[in-house]
């Protein structure tokens, strides 16, 4: 089965400038997650749809970030305006419920640098 | 939330030698995953184990979930098991939470 698709792979954009990242995630999976994993932690969960619905995204920063998952399928995550300390990995994932029993899987993420 | 701490943060073995890293976490949990990040950042699920133990080829995984814990076995390390290992646990309403990880370097 083809993995998670993500894109671009890499971004190199001036702080104040608005950026854009999308994930197509494996056909039938219900859930999608958006994290973000800045240099040397672990990922931290920005964002989780279930389907079209947000289902928890207290851990996004509303004032710059936003992420739509319309028709509930692929799904877009914006920064406006980007700063110098959004410089991270964002990583998509899937799984085919909420039930994290399913297991994840990643796509091979987005490396924003921020300068 | 949930707190998930792993032990040790940096890892330095001789290709061939066995080695164990342990995922403590704060609170009782349903499942636990470990993942493996390659030195290509790629992400990649190596077991969910709630309870009991799980082998895969080299690699197997313990979690103790009355004692709020899980290990993972590395047997016969090679060079391409070089990268961070994560533990993951729910926090929540099944938000899960990453922890620090392990960074393995197996030098050859």
């Known amino acids: 089965e083809a993995g998670v698709a993500q894109s671009p792979r890499y971004k190199i954009i001036e702080k104040r400038q608005s950026v854009a990242f999308w994930c197509n995630p494996i056909?039938?999976?219900?859930?999608l997650y958006w994290y973000q994993q800045i240099l040397g932690q672990g990922p931290k969960l920005l964002i989780q749809?279930?389907?079209?619905?947000?289902?928890?995204d207290s851990q996004l920063p509303k004032d710059r970030f936003s992420a739509e998952r319309l028709k509930g399928v692929d799904s877009t995550l914006k920064i406006q305006p980007a700063k110098l300390e959004d410089s991270a990995v964002y990583l998509c994932?899937?799984?085919?419920?909420?039930?994290?029993?399913?297991?994840?899987?990643f796509g091979s993420g987005t490396r924003l640098t921020v300068v | 939330g949930i707190q998930v701490e792993q032990s040790p943060p940096d890892l330095i073995l001789q290709e061939g030698a066995n080695s164990t890293l342990r995922c403590n976490f704060s609170?009782?949990?349903?499942?636990l995953q470990w993942f493996h990040q390659n030195p290509w950042g790629q992400l990649i699920n190596l077991f969910y184990?709630?309870?009991g133990t799980k082998q895969n080829g080299r690699l197997s995984a313990t979690t103790v979930a009355t004692e709020r814990y899980s290990l993972l076995y590395i047997s016969s390390s090679q060079t391409t098991d070089s990268g961070v290992y994560f533990c993951?646990?729910?926090?929540?309403?099944?938000?899960?939470?990453f922890g620090t990880g392990t960074k393995l370097q197996v030098i050859p």
């Open positions: 184990i709630p309870s």
């Open positions: 749809f279930q389907n079209n619905g947000v289902v928890d």
């Open positions: 609170d009782s949990v349903n499942n």
């Open positions: 056909s039938g999976h219900a859930t």
């Open positions: 994932a899937s799984s085919l419920d909420l039930e994290v029993s399913y297991g994840y899987t």
């Open positions: 993951a646990a729910p926090g929540g309403y099944q938000k899960v939470t």
